[in-house]
């Protein structure tokens, strides 16, 4: 027998619109919809997706597919609740997006926002990738307010596949930061009201419902764990049970025993628990690492199990992930030449914070009023000529490049997303300038620049064009100005990415929607 997913139904009423609804993909319908939900025993009108507007719920519904798919996702803008967005975008998060730039989602970067009442579909293929994704609002803060889910590519093929004997929709496990006001309402700094797995948690008052997930005892279960945050990082446990990892952010690893995991915002992880305890129930645990954050809570409950609560204690603490002990499975060496700097192109960005903004070497980011990629297919040519002015920067084709991003600015630590790319991390956060590693450095997407002193450094090949965003996956960094753009060989962009002609509609009627319908 397989795994099963169950909810506790403490609240009856709470479970509607919440937790993961039947996988959808990888052609489907996404309806954008406002609803009140209550995950954790509080109820708040939120946005929801779903492949219906009564089907929507938080998190969105697991969109999957396998490995060489193309997608198309009709995303249909229902949103009404003018105390938060009504226009949205969807960013489909670690997908490399070759010569489908137009379809990568970010705000005023590669679109214009879809408008309420309106559609717009998005068709990319996954040639090369496989792993776990997730996909999200990529539109000021409207992410934080519910519009996040789980995006699944599966490859028939899996070199781990020996490793595992389950692997569905009932092993992805979403870990989420929860407000009980609308995102724009938030107190900055932000701390969340509650903690959620798989979309339920407790309150501060202890009640709410929890997840619960069914293992059946000698199974190995090959776990998604997929940080759907806004912004905290948080550490994950599962009492009594080490944890295999074997990917990182859509990138195949060295299998690497651990105990506890610390994941930052937008990252993912997939390990393989062996359920080889006691038949019983066991404490998982998510824990938001900001001072006073709250924890979240999960049941692992084997079959045969009695229903009721854990009394387990937390164990972790041996095997901490660090990062850097994971390591590429295939093609492990970083690119350039394995010497400080043996690049062709290096860049070393500078963060600060000032009268409530993030500044990436002095510039604050905030949106142009046409896409990047729209300025790009109307004739800029060089960086100096794309609004925000000196927020762009312009890389060469098919170049080896180095980005030093250093720790130590307010609010850190900082989980950066480079867009299109995957990127090596030849010095993580903790690691001092003599543990660079050329040879087998971590792949992923987001990474941890840490805290002062610190000087993560990652690399990647310049081998997809189009305007990239390189921005803090805190949602309320990037909103007040933690991000740049780069724009990768220029020239070659209107070649590589032809927009469709809906894609072409998006600004016209955007430009024409009342502010109030923004």
């Given at each position: 027998?397989?795994?099963?997913?169950?909810?506790?139904?403490?609240?009856?009423?709470?479970?509607?619109?919440?937790?993961?609804?039947?996988?959808?993909?990888?052609?489907?319908?996404?309806?954008?919809?406002?609803?009140?939900?209550?995950?954790?025993?509080?109820?708040?009108?939120?946005?929801?997706?779903?492949?219906?507007?009564?089907?929507?719920?938080?998190?969105?519904?697991?969109?999957?597919?396998?490995?060489?798919?193309?997608?198309?996702?009709?995303?249909?803008?229902?949103?009404?609740?003018?105390?938060?967005?009504?226009?949205?975008?969807?960013?489909?998060?670690?997908?490399f997006q070759h010569k489908t730039?137009?379809?990568?989602?970010?705000?005023?970067?590669?679109?214009?926002?879809?408008?309420?009442?309106?559609?717009?579909?998005?068709?990319?293929?996954?040639?090369?990738?496989?792993?776990?994704?997730?996909?999200?609002?990529?539109?000021?803060?409207?992410?934080?307010?519910?519009?996040?889910?789980?995006?699944?590519?599966?490859?028939?093929?899996?070199?781990?596949?020996?490793?595992?004997?389950?692997?569905?929709?009932?092993?992805?496990?979403?870990?989420?930061?929860?407000?009980?006001?609308?995102?724009?309402?938030?107190?900055?700094?932000?701390?969340?009201?509650?903690?959620?797995?798989?979309?339920?948690?407790?309150?501060?008052?202890?009640?709410?419902?929890?997840?619960?997930?069914?293992?059946?005892?000698?199974?190995?279960?090959?776990?998604?764990?997929?940080?759907?945050?806004?912004?905290?990082?948080?550490?994950?446990?599962?009492?009594?049970?080490?944890?295999?990892?074997?990917?990182?952010?859509?990138?195949?690893?060295?299998?690497?025993?651990?105990?506890?995991?610390?994941?930052?915002?937008?990252?993912?992880?997939?390990?393989?628990?062996?359920?080889?305890?006691?038949?019983?129930?066991?404490?998982?645990?998510?824990?938001?690492?900001?001072?006073?954050?709250?924890?979240?809570?999960?049941?692992?409950?084997?079959?045969?199990?009695?229903?009721?609560?854990?009394?387990?204690?937390?164990?972790?603490?041996?095997?901490?992930?660090?990062?850097?002990?994971?390591?590429?499975?295939?093609?492990?060496?970083?690119?350039?030449?394995?010497?400080?700097?043996?690049?062709?192109?290096?860049?070393?960005?500078?963060?600060?914070?000032?009268?409530?903004?993030?500044?990436?070497?002095?510039?604050?980011?905030?949106?142009?009023?046409?896409?990047?990629?729209?300025?790009?297919?109307?004739?800029?040519?060089?960086?100096?000529?794309?609004?925000?002015?000196?927020?762009?920067?312009?890389?060469?084709?098919?170049?080896?490049?180095?980005?030093?991003?250093?720790?130590?600015?307010?609010?850190?630590?900082?989980?950066?997303?480079?867009?299109?790319?995957?990127?090596?991390?030849?010095?993580?956060?903790?690691?001092?300038?003599?543990?660079?590693?050329?040879?087998?450095?971590?792949?992923?997407?987001?990474?941890?620049?840490?805290?002062?002193?610190?000087?993560?450094?990652?690399?990647?090949?310049?081998?997809?064009?189009g305007p990239w965003f390189l921005?803090?996956?805190?949602?309320?960094?990037?909103?007040?100005?933690?991000?740049?753009?780069?724009?990768?060989?220029?020239?070659?962009?209107?070649?590589?990415?032809?927009?469709?002609?809906?894609?072409?509609?998006?600004?016209?009627?955007y430009s024409a929607l009342p502010?109030?319908?923004?």
């Amino acid at each position: 027998m397989t795994s099963k997913l169950q909810v506790a139904a403490i609240f009856a009423t709470a479970y509607l619109a919440i937790g993961a609804s039947a996988s959808i993909g990888p052609n489907t319908d996404l309806y954008i919809v406002n609803d009140a939900i209550s995950p954790d025993g509080f109820t708040r009108e939120a946005v929801l997706a779903g492949a219906t507007a009564k089907s929507a719920t938080f998190p969105g519904p697991i969109i999957k597919g396998n490995k060489g798919d193309n997608f198309q996702i009709n995303v249909h803008d229902q949103l009404t609740d003018e105390s938060m967005n009504k226009t949205t975008t969807i960013h489909w998060h670690g997908l490399f997006q070759h010569k489908t730039n137009y379809a990568d989602g970010p705000a005023f970067v590669t679109q214009c926002p879809i408008a309420p009442g309106n559609s717009f579909l998005y068709d990319f293929n996954v040639p090369d990738q496989a792993g776990t994704f997730w996909y999200h609002s990529h539109l000021a803060l409207q992410y934080c307010d519910g519009l996040r889910g789980p995006f699944i590519v599966y490859d028939p093929n899996d070199p781990h596949k020996s490793l595992y004997d389950v692997d569905d929709d009932n092993t992805v496990i979403t870990l989420a930061d929860w407000y009980h006001v609308p995102a724009p309402q938030i107190p900055i700094p932000a701390q969340s009201v509650s903690t959620l797995i798989n979309g339920l948690g407790p309150n501060a008052n202890g009640t709410g419902e929890l997840s619960v997930i069914t293992v059946k005892h000698g199974l190995r279960y090959r776990f998604r764990l997929v940080s759907i945050s806004c912004d905290p990082m948080f550490n994950f446990i599962i009492d009594g049970h080490n944890m295999t990892v074997i990917e990182a952010d859509g990138q195949n690893t060295q299998p690497l025993l651990v105990d506890s995991i610390d994941i930052y915002a937008a990252q993912r992880y997939s390990f393989v628990l062996n359920a080889d305890q006691p038949v019983g129930n066991y404490w998982i645990r998510a824990n938001d690492t900001t001072p006073g954050g709250p924890l979240g809570m999960a049941i692992l409950r084997y079959e045969g199990a009695p229903d009721k609560n854990p009394t387990t204690n937390k164990t972790a603490g041996a095997h901490q992930l660090l990062e850097q002990n994971l390591h590429p499975l295939t093609d492990p060496a970083a690119p350039g030449e394995p010497v400080v700097d043996g690049v062709d192109k290096a860049m070393n960005l500078q963060f600060s914070f000032n009268g409530g903004n993030f500044f990436v070497n002095n510039h604050s980011w905030t949106s142009p009023n046409v896409p990047v990629l729209l300025q790009i297919l109307s004739g800029a040519q060089i960086a100096q000529d794309i609004m925000p002015q000196d927020s762009v920067y312009s890389l060469p084709s098919n170049k080896s490049i180095q980005l030093s991003l250093p720790g130590g600015v307010i609010g850190g630590g900082h989980p950066l997303h480079l867009h299109g790319h995957s990127f090596s991390v030849i010095r993580s956060a903790g690691q001092p300038e003599s543990f660079t590693n050329f040879v087998n450095p971590v792949r992923r997407d987001t990474v941890n620049i840490g805290q002062a002193g610190d000087n993560v450094t990652i690399r990647f090949v310049t081998d997809n064009p189009g305007p990239w965003f390189l921005h803090c996956h805190i949602d309320f960094h990037l909103a007040t100005g933690f991000a740049i753009v780069l724009a990768e060989d220029i020239p070659d962009t209107h070649t590589a990415d032809k927009p469709t002609k809906a894609w072409d509609e998006l600004c016209p009627i955007y430009s024409a929607l009342p502010v109030s319908d923004h």
